[in-house]
């Protein structure tokens, strides 16, 4: 992602630094998929965090049985569930829910997966080996039966739990690819180079080698990103996910579970259902124009 | 009198196998050879692709394992030591890499390329640090404001400067030189080697010139050893080795320095012919049966030559 800059604004500064944003910018001005994507997924993220602002919890969950499954009107926009609670104070609320998992499910994985990954792929030798063989122990199990397992003998979990049992398999796969890239650019000169040159491994490892594949690493973020709110929904969904006064995008999409509300009272769970559709797809669109940006033999612009 | 000393120096790499995936055998990389450093000296190492020049300089430097062996360095033995990255061997011996362009880091700008060794090594105020950076841009003819500039933006030769001035940043005693113009072109080659030449005047440097390139060590080196399967086959002056080759190998060497003037192109080539026979002819002596170089023995105070009593005698 260099050597990009014959904008003649470009050149006025003395030394544009290859930070690779005018090539990522230039992708999406290429690709109007992913540029809608993009304008998608910020509108709904800030929204949803913006507008959780004007909800009280407390308040939307509130049981009102004169308005059971009452039909979208001026009092609910999106009508109400079986409680008579507001479906779009939930869905406002259940989404930021949904987001706020999936971002510290992908910190967490993410900031494991980096450290493992890199010290793996930088030092080799038996530190690689040691931790190759526990991820291999790690793929090999069914890790969806675990969590659901968990949740089941956990008598009191929490969002917290729920966080880091579902995290204790993520890291897995961003270690890796970690480790893949750390490997090939540890081997380069420049590493060498340092070592001769008197910096320690630490600062070689997060100063020199960490930004080079800085660029994979966003994209592997943004990607597993979108996954996490997968997986969180479709736990939730099953019931095996937060417990139901938590609300979530998945406890919507679970009142489908019922014949009746499916074919009846849409507005339960249709909302949320096209959100996570849509959500999940700019996500994706998003990480594959930054896929295609760091890698200059996909680039489209 | 020299400074630093290289006794017996071997890398060996283990070949595993089997099913406890044991040691079956090792790969003799570098095995057992011995150098003297001199200040303001430069020692040439030739040979062919793969005969452990590079892991020479390298295992010196500390970049590889030494498997056995020593180096002294100012009476201090410092093989394979737990030594803090910033200790004074470190800062005194510096490398120049081959490939200019993958040994600078693309993610950063000239100033913090160069700053590296000087904040790791020297202990300097901002001021001082920026005043030594310009200062090195000057030594190796760069003008001031290639210091925000991206590795990128620099041709090869200036690239290959730039990994000049990082190495001479802590003025340093000992540059190793590993291929350092293969892989430019042939005036950037001379441009570079004789500014090197410049800078070992000036600071009283010594080089280890690590090269395949028989003309370019002929034009920087005082001493050369030619290197063969990991050992030296020979090792002397430049005027020793060029005038007065006697292993079989640095003939052979020498005589596939292509020539370019066309006359006398046919001698040249009975010349070869000559040299080659001579090689198949007299093998035995030069290489044991195993096809290991022999150790090196002295045929004058400065020249050592790696073979058998009966071929130095009968050879010339």
Sequence with gaps: ????????????????????????????????????????????????????????????????????????????????????SDVFGQLIIGA?????????????????GIFIGLACGYFGGWIDNMFMRIIDFFITLPSLMIIIVFITIVPKYTVFTFILIVSLFGWTSI???????????????????????????????????????????????????????????????????????????????????????MSTYWWVWLPAALFILILMLSINYVGQALRRAADAKQRLG | MSFMQIKDLKVHYPIR??????????????????????????YGLVGESGCGKSTTGKSIIGLEKISAGS?????????????????????????????????????KRVQDILAEPIRNFLKLTPQEESRRINELLAIVGMPEDARLK?????????????????????????I???????????????????????????????????????????????????????????SGTKKDIYDNPQHIYTKRLLSAIPDVTPNGREDRKLERIEVERNYQAEHKQYFDENGRVYDLSPISDTHFVAATSSALKGGN
């Excluded at chain 1, 930004?211 to 736990?235: H, K």
């Design chain 1, 1 to 84: 992602m260099v050597k990009e800059k014959d904008n003649k604004k470009e050149q006025e500064i003395i030394s544009a630094p290859p930070t690779g944003m005018q090539v990522v910018w230039r992708e999406f001005i290429k690709d109007r998929v992913a540029m809608f994507s993009l304008i998608i997924m910020v509108l709904a993220i800030s929204g949803v965090f913006i507008a959780s602002l004007f909800f009280d919890p407390a308040e939307v969950m509130k049981v009102s049985l004169r308005s059971k499954y009452a039909p979208p009107s001026s009092l609910h926009w999106l009508g109400a569930d079986i409680g008579g």
């Design chain 1, 96 to 112: 930021k829910n949904s987001l706020l998992i999936a971002i510290a499910i992908t910190l967490i994985t993410g900031t494991v």
């Design chain 1, 175 to 261: 270690a890796r690819l970690v480790r893949s890239k750390a490997l090939s650019e540890s081997r380069r000169d420049y590493v060498n180079a340092s070592k001769t040159l008197g910096t320690n491994d630490f600062v070689i490892i997060f100063k020199e080698v960490m930004p080079n594949i800085s660029s994979i690493l966003i994209v592997e973020a943004t990607l597993s990103f979108a996954g996490n709110i997968g997986i969180e929904t479709g736990l939730t969904f099953l019931g095996f996910g937060l417990p139901p006064s938590t609300p979530s995008l998945g406890t919507l999409v679970a009142y489908a579970n019922n014949p009746l509300v």
């Design chain 2, 17 to 42: 196998g089997g099913f406890f995936n044991t040691v079956v055998d090792n790969v003799y990389a570098v095995d057992g050879i011995s150098m003297e450093f001199e200040k303001g000296k430069a």
């Design chain 2, 71 to 107: 180096i002294i360095y100012e009476g201090e033995n410092v093989t394979n030591k737990r030594r803090d990255r910033a200790s004074a061997y470190n800062r005194d011996i510096q490398m120049i890499f081959q490939d200019s362009h993958s040994s600078l880091n693309p993610r």
């Design chain 2, 150 to 174: 991206y590795p990128h933006e620099f041709s090869g030769g200036q690239k290959q400067r730039l990994g000049i001035a990082r190495a001479i940043a802590t003025n340093p005693k000992l």
């Design chain 2, 176 to 234: 190793i030189a590993d291929e350092p113009v293969s892989a430019l072109d042939l005036s950037v080659q001379a441009q570079v080697l004789n500014f090197m030449k410049d800078i070992q005047d000036e600071y009283g440097l010594s080089y280890l010139f690590i090269s395949h390139d028989l003309g370019v060590v002929k034009h920087m080196c005082d001493y050369i050893s030619i290197m063969y399967k990991g050992r030296f086959v020979e």
